[in-house]
């Protein structure tokens, strides 16, 4: 089992969106396991995993944030972890 850690806010529209898409893929990769984690209430773990933008993927040394977070976008950061 592979987990992401999905670092989101609740107040953040693009986050929203991210978590739709998260929860869409979700059965075509049943390999991988999304841990969430709050931005704003768990900033020192955050600042640890080098996230400085919302929403963020971060899967060992690897991550996906931002406005790059799309759905497709999502879909191949998953794939490439398989």
């Known amino acids: ?38 931005f704003l209430t768990h900033r020192a773990q955050a600042r640890e995993a080098g996230v400085r933008a919302i929403p963020t993927l971060v899967a060992g040394d690897r991550q996906l944030s931002g406005f790059l977070l799309t759905r497709g976008a999502i879909r191949t950061f998953f794939e490439s972890l398989d």
């Not at 987990?3 to 693009?14: D, E, G, L, M, N």
């Not at 986050?15 to 979700?26: F, M, R």
């Open 1 to 38: 089992m592979t987990t992401v850690t999905f670092y989101h806010s609740a107040i953040c529209p693009r986050c929203g969106l991210a978590k739709l898409w998260l929860a869409s893929l979700k059965p075509d990769f049943p390999g991988i396991d999304v841990e969430k984690v709050e």
